[in-house]
């Protein structure tokens, strides 16, 4: 019952709900990776805000990424993906470690700092990828994250994310964001809205328990509500053999074959998954025979 998004409507289409739970892709990425607890926690409020990206995309073909760079010691966290929910991420320092904030939470705002940008791209199709960036409010990733709706998007939103540890991992992670429609003008039902919102600040604990349809009913069902089919969430790379010839050529012949001379190969590691790619003299010979 994991890995899995519900969208739908209240005050009759007013506004739109999105309640996120990736928390079984949490746990494949602590595996793949050797998250420490701390940029799990990061890295999958990352990945939820990825999701409802991917989410609302448009058209089969557009895809995403979003960076989001603070100055903290985690470093750099890259979520990218693809349209029908897919997506995949990795942070730059996977073994963070700080002290845990005095409320007992992982300090994720620490982790990632709020010196600097999220940024996010989204190729969809046109002649130029559009381009969103604005400053991190405190890298705690979700008031990050409504703060680029909304500047740059001019959504009008609120946004829950969270990511549950214990000891094996993650027993709970996503989120809920609501987007407030232009129409949307009754001061009563923002406020109502808002309301709603302080239910989640525990959004990590409310996943472990419900699933993503029972968190719609339980804290939405009651406001002229319209559900849609629930959705999977995967987790998918997107490296290849081709895509990787492409990153070779890219060196340049004499810094390839430089780096051949060197090392006796060339040898690139998919960031996002993993997988080793490995290029011999042959290899390259091929490459710039073709
Ligand atoms: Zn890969």
Known sequence: MRDRLIKGIIFDGLARVTVIDITDIVNKEIKMHNLSPLAAAALGRAMTAGVYISANLKNKKDSFSISIKGGGEIGNIIVAGESGNFVRGYVENPIV???LKENGHLDVGKAVGADGFITVIKDMGLKEPYIGRTELVSGEIAQDFTKYLYVS???RNAVALGVKMIKDGS???GGVIVEALPDLKSDEKLFMLEDIMTNFTEISDIIAKKSVEEIFDFFFGHL???KFEVEKVNLRCSCSEQKIAGIVQGLGKAEAYGIIKEMGKIEI?????NKDYIYTEQDVNKLWAE
């Open 171 to 173: 027993i709970g992670a």
């Open 269 to 273: 590691k998919c960031q996002f998954c």
């Open 224 to 226: 002229d509500a319209k």
């Open 97 to 99: 470690n700080l002290p």
């Open 153 to 155: 998007e001019g959504v």
